[in-house]
T-cell receptor, first 115, second 116 residues
Framework: DTEVTQTPKHLVMGMTNKKSLKCEQH?????MYWYKQKAKKPPELMFV???????INESVPSRFSPECPNSSLLNLHLHALQPEDSALYLC??????????????FGPGTRLTVT | AQKITQTQPGMFVQEKEAVTLDCTYD???????LFWYKQPSSGEMIFLIY??????QNATEGRYSLNFQKARKSANLVISASQLGDSAMYFC?????????????FGTGTSLTVIP
């Protein structure tokens, strides 16, 4: 099973709403990632979790709050977002350790629209 | 400096022809991995092919091959016998062996259109 699942597929939220994005993998991967992607642009790294601990936070605004409840799950909590936060949010996972052929497996993404 | 450079914003290829998508990289780490991903309009990033810095041979996966020129720091993707379903964005990415944060660096992408 090389699948990363993400829910929901689409999300429309107002600027005062609180919502969460969910990501799940059952490949035993110990690194999990959140990316934000605008149309026709490469994915921008937001957060990396290694062994359930936050290892990279790319200066993401506090209105985005990641959470890794266990090794298979990754959440992204959203609060008081701005219209410019509208984008495709991709989750990915990869094996440890650092070197070697450890590609990232991506989920299908959540298309977020902030109104 | 950019870690990954893709200089072709858009490419067109006739169906059944071969096409090369360019990628150059910048690293001083002797251990690294290079990856190509395909992203159709549906949004999902699909892993295509991998090349390790110590691999002696160019990687191949079906119709995909990677032309790895280490001295030139290039890792071009070659797609043979293009199909209409190959129309998509293609991203080159790199992961460094000493990268303690597990970070992948992505290029800006190339939009490939296959013409019937």
């Amino acid at each position: 099973d090389t699948e990363v699942t993400q829910t929901p597929k689409h999300l429309v939220m107002g600027m005062t709403n609180k919502k969460s994005l969910k990501c799940e993998q059952h490949m035993g991967h110990r690194a999990m990632y959140w990316y934000k992607q605008k149309a026709k642009k490469p994915p921008e790294l937001m957060f990396v979790y290694s062994y359930e601990k936050l290892s990279i936070n790319e200066s993401v605004p506090s209105r985005f709050s990641p959470e890794c409840p266990n090794s298979s799950l990754l959440n992204l909590h959203l609060h008081a977002l701005q219209p410019e936060d509208s984008a495709l949010y991709l989750c990915a996972s990869s094996q440890e350790p650092l070197a070697g052929q450890y590609e990232q497996y991506f989920g299908p993404g959540t298309r977020l629209t902030v109104t | 400096a950019q870690k990954i450079t893709q200089t072709q914003p858009g490419m067109f290829v006739q169906e059944k022809e071969a096409v090369t998508l360019d990628c150059t990289y910048d690293t001083s780490d002797p251990s690294y991995g290079l990856f190509w991903y395909k992203q159709p309009s549906s949004g999902e990033m699909i892993f295509l092919i991998y090349q390790g810095s110590y691999d002696q041979q160019n990687a191949t996966e079906g119709r995909y091959s990677l032309n790895f020129q280490k001295a030139r720091k290039s890792a071009n993707l070659v797609i043979s016998a293009s199909q209409l379903g190959d129309s998509a964005m293609y991203f080159c990415a790199m992961r460094e062996g000493s990268n303690t944060g597990n970070q992948f660096y992505f290029g800006t992408g190339t939009s490939l259109t296959v013409i019937p």
